[in-house]
């Protein structure tokens, strides 16, 4: 069991973050440090993607669609230029949920 882990040390970090609940993994992922080690990874892309999604909402709010609706809407005019699905969605057992 602890070989898999033995043979991934070298990918472990030791971070900072101010307390140990799950909002403080934004601030751990935002230490130059993990960025640097996560720059070609998927997680790195998606964390790129939420930030700027983030900024987006904050300035530019009537930009940001929610719910199968407006996201459809936005979709039938071409102005989707990056979809975030939440993780709910995306597990979902029904497959036509995930369909949406």
């Known amino acids: 069991d602890n070989k898999l882990l033995f043979e991934n040390k070298s990918k472990f970090l ?11 993994l934004k601030e751990a992922l935002q230490d130059p440090m993990v960025q640097a080690r996560l720059v070609d990874t998927k ?4 964390v790129r993607a939420l930030e700027d999604f983030y900024k987006m909402l904050k300035h530019e ?3 940001a669609f929610y719910g199968p609706k407006h996201v459809a809407m936005a979709v039938e005019a071409d102005a989707v230029e990056i979809l975030l699905v939440s993780d709910k969605l995306f597990r979902a ?7 949406k």
């Open 14 to 24: 030791l971070v900072h973050a101010s307390s140990g609940f799950k909002h403080s």
């Open 43 to 46: 997680a790195s892309e998606e």
């Open 61 to 63: 709010p009537a930009k």
């Open 93 to 99: 057992q029904n497959v036509s949920e995930r369909k």
